[in-house]
């Protein structure tokens, strides 16, 4: 059974940092891509992140670009997102995807059960 697991959660403050991980299990980590998805009280889903099976081909969303970065140990099967000089806006529920691919960071097929992520002062 694939299990994705994403812990990290938290309250901070507006240009602080915050990191979240996604330990999965159920489904051989490496063979995946995987990614990043949001959404923000009262939106829709928004995809933030995707990183493809090797960890060498990062894609952001143009809203985190320059702030966020992805990251995965497929070692300890356990995908990263390093936030950094959050924003408000950033507020959302965070999941973690397997994509259906090796390379490509969308087509997700599976997800958590998202983490919460609130920015505020």
């Known amino acids: 059974e694939v299990q994705l697991v994403e812990s990290g959660a938290g309250l901070v403050q507006p240009g602080g940092s915050l990191r979240l991980s996604c330990a999965a299990s159920g489904f051989s980590f490496s063979t995946y891509a995987m990614g990043w998805v949001r959404q923000g009280p009262g939106k829709g889903l928004e995809w933030v992140s995707g990183?493809?099976?090797?960890?060498?081909?990062?894609r952001y969303a143009d809203s985190v670009s320059g702030r966020f970065t992805i990251s995965r140990d497929n070692a300890k099967n356990t995908l990263y997102l390093q936030m950094t000089s959050l924003k408000p806006e950033d507020t959302a529920v965070y999941y973690c995807a397997k994509s259906m691919y090796a390379d490509s960071p969308m087509g997700y097929d599976y997800w958590g059960q998202g983490t919460r992520v609130t920015v505020s002062s």
């Open positions: 990183l493809n099976r090797g960890g060498d081909v990062a």
